[in-house]
């Protein structure tokens, strides 16, 4: 019996370098290792130099390949450095995991415009930070190696309705949206752009929400079902970037299975 798994299948990402934001912990984290498991060149971005530190550690016991970039993504010339050095390093990312995030829920009748400016500063002017940085460099990947992938993250925010998650639900929705216009733009250069939008998956997401009731609803939410994993998002994120260059995933709703909405 012949087996028809070639080697490319086994590292589908060899000879890819991936930026990854949001890489200190939870999904971004996550996702790194299972990017350079999968073959990449993985460059971490976050703003705690220390998780990043020890993350690239890891990544390179198992035999990967990993730099770290202390950045806060909410500075734009911070972002462009960054981009800089991956090109100067890297010759370019050809794999981008925008999914740098905050979510910081409470009742519009509060007025916590400090947290509401947060949500805004990093899920949208954050994000398009570090598309402004990158963009080049996907673009002029794909051109010469015929794909690259732009991949956002969202959430099941983005289309479903939560009372006092409206700020952040809108910047989740500003995600989904913006990635759908940046696929019509950037697809006939061989860029894939893609929206991974998940329920709940536990990390350090839920530990910076201060409003009450919102974190009654997060804990009774445990009662009812099993929640994703990081891990979970990231054999997503490592799918979507290993399909063949023809075929783009453009919105990836991933759901705990008990989770109804
Ligand atoms: P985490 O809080 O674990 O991760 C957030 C990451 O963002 C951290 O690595 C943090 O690192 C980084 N970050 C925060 N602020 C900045 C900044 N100014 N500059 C650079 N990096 C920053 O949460 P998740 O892993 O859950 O979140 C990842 C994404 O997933 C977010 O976009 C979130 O909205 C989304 N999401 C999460 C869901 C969930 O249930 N967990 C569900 C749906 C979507 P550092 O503090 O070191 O800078």
Known sequence: MTTRTPHTFVRPLSGRVAVVTGASSGIGEATAEHLAALGARVVVLARRADRLEELVARIEKDGG????????????????AAAERVASACGGADLLFNNAGVMLPAPVEELATEQWQRQIDLNITGLMNVIGAFTPQL????????????VNTSSIAAQNIFPNFAVY?????????????????????NVRVSAIEPGIVGTELQSHVTDEGALAWLEDSKATMEWLTPEDVAQTVGFVASLPARANLQQVTIMPTAQAG
């Open 139 to 150: 673009v002029a990947a794909a051109a010469e190696r015929g794909v690259a992938d732009l």
């Open 65 to 80: 390949h990993a730099t770290a970039l202390a950045v806060d993504v909410t500075d734009a010339a911070a972002v462009r």
């Open 169 to 189: 639900s809108a910047t989740k929705a500003y995600v989904t949206h913006l990635s759908r216009h940046l696929r019509a733009e950037l697809g006939a250069k």
